[in-house]
Every structure is written in C-alpha cells, then in structure tokens.
C-alpha cells in the first residue's frame, strides 16, 4: 500500500502499479498526478484512475485523518466485484485494451461469473460493435465450445484470447446500425422466400428487416436455420465458404448465449451473405469442368434419390465415400454420391463423409502449397464442417430441425466437387502432387 501526503490531503493505493507491477512509491508526484517510472502512466492521484487507458485504473482505500492520526482501509475490495468487473471488461473491449481485458476476465471469473455470461458480455459487444460477423466472433465461439472439456487455467485463457479477439476485430470498426422488424407477420414460407430473394439481389436492407421479422414471429432455431441455410445457398461456395461457416458459427454462439439474443446476433451474418460472390461466378468453377452444371444436373436428381434411397439399411459407407470425394474426375465423385444416396445414406452421412474428406486433405496437405493453396483447402474444411455441422444429429434432436440442409441447390455436391478439385486447375495439380 502507498500513502500519500499531497498539498494538505493524504491518500492510499495500491502500490503495485496496475500496467506490470511496478512500485508506485518510486513513482513521482505532481499536480495531483502520480506517474509511474517505468513506462510512465499517470494517475489521478485521488481517484486512482488512470490517464493512460493501458495500464489501467490503481485501486484505492478510504482514508481518514483522526486527531493526527492517518487511518487507512486496508482493502481494496469493490462492493459488487462482478458488477466492477463487469464494468471493466466493456471498458476493455471498448479500447482494445489487452490488460484490462485479462485482468477483467479473470475478475469476473474470481466474482463467481458463470463463463457463459463473460460469453454472451463479449458476443454481445462483438455484434454492435462492429457491421457484421468477424473472425473474432467465430474465434470466441469456437473457444467458448471446448470451455466445459478446459481445466480452469486454460478456459480463462481461453476466454480472454476470444474476448481479445473480439475486442481486436472491432477496433476503428463502424458499429452495426440497428434495423427493425417490418410491422406485419408474413407466412413463414413468404420470410423463407423473401430472404432468399434479397440475398439473390444482394439487398442487404431487406434481407436484414426480413429476419428480424422472422425472429419477431417466432421462428424456432430449427427454422431460422432452415431459411437462412436455404439463403446462403443461394450461390454455390458462396465467399469461399465463409458465409456458411459464419452462419453456423452464429448458431453455435446463440445455442451458448441463449436464443433470447438471437435479433442481436444473427443480423450480423446477413451482409457477407447477401454480398458474396458464388462459386458460379468464378471461372474456377467453369474450367476445365463445368462444375456448377454438373451440381446442377446432379442435385436435380437428390430429393428422388433420399426419396428411395429411404428405409435402406444402416449406410456405414463414410470412410470409402470419403476417398471417393478425394479422387479428382467431379462426374465420379456425383455418381459416387448419388450411389451413396441410393444405399441409404442420409444428408447427415453425405456430411460426415465430406467433413473427414476435407480433413484428410488438410492432413495429406504438402509442405510445398502455396499459402493461397491452403486457404483454399481450410475454407473447404471450415464449410464442410459448417456444412455436417448444419445437419448434425444433435442438434436435430435439440430443435427437432429436419436435416435442413439437404433440401437444394447443391450445397454438398459443390463442396464435393471443390473439395475433391480445388478450386484452380493449377491448384489441383498441386494439390495432387
Ligand atoms: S509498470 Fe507502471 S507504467 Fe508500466
């Protein structure tokens, strides 16, 4: 503890500075201003706050002065520690202040905060602070996933790398602007239609006033899922697999933070979603192998195909399917998946199967590609998983969803194709070698 005689007053801090712990009583003092010698932050020598957002706030006690004598509080405990820290966290994410973040969360963590609150605090701030989903989201999330397998030590780490990476990603961002519901309740298949609608003439307006709407009428998860999956198909591969990925990382988030939060956060995947380029309208797609026809022609075929293929027995084919989706000729590779289909596989299966495929290829990925080869094989892993992830079993059981992403336009056979392919011919040679 530091005790300070100033010009008539005394006061007491803590005398470890709150940057790295530096000894504040080898620090000076000066109009009421304490700085620190190391790195030199000041302090508001009555307050304890600090000038230098950085290094963060000094702690302070009360401080009496009896008959001559100075009597000082030896705490520096708050009031409501959860609410201080709570406090302290929007402070750091506000700044991007790495300290104050760390210091925040292992605050809140010692208050007794649940985990999931400091979650849906930094989701929460990610999704205002910023106009639309970011990798920091997606890396909270992510991490926020493995918190209940993580000792304690490392799901604070945890959670202070995702809320710092969140804080990162809004730094000097535009916040999100707030749109409203439109006033009527439409059908949900008109919301459903609509929402493709606008995403198919990138009309980011609409399509962000059309979910809301959905979300204002009730729409279960299962069936939020079912119309923005649906959207965000409406191009193949659309913008390398992010939009998908993204989407299903919104989902994620929302089953840790509670659906309550759902007009707060699913709105922040709509821009990249309606603004994405498909894969159909890169010639990567069209040469050597018109791979959008071929998905085309083939997912004509699929709503027959799990039609009949219904009630076969058990399909346990994954792992042979999976060195199908591996091979390099896309006519195979649909003949390949149109014969699972038939065996009895089900969307959930075909996901599977392209999920481990695209992981294979990660895994046999030469040292040799290029970095922009291995962005292309993490984006097929990142929206193959989203893509089994989106037809996962628990979740089905969860929010009764139907298995929605089997319904259309080639979700799976595109990324089939793609992931067996690559998305450059020269890539591909690569890739194979
Ligand atoms: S330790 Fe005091 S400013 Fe860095």
Redesign the pocket.
Known sequence: MLVIYDRGRVFALDNR?P????PLERGSVEDGILT?H????RFDLESGCTFDLW?DDVPICPVEVRNGHVWVKTTFTQADPAAHWHQRLANGLAHDLGLAIAKAVHGQLTAGVPQAEIVRQVALFGAQNRDGWGVGLTILTALANLLPVLPEEEAYLALFHGARRVAADCDGAAPRRERAPLGSRPEPAALKRWLRRWTNVRHREAAERTLLTAIAAGFSPAELADALFAAATERAFADSGHSLDFINKAFECLDLVGWQHAAALLPTVVGQMVAARGAEESTAWRQPVDLVALCEESTSEVADLFTAGRGACDWSGHAALARELLGDNPVRIADALKEAIRAGAAPADLGQSLAYAAALRLARFGNANEHADWETAHHIFTYANADADGHCQHRHARHGCPRRLARRDGALPCSLSQCATGAHPGRRRRAAR
């Open positions: 500075c940057h790295m712990g530096f620190c190391w790195h030199h932050a290094a």
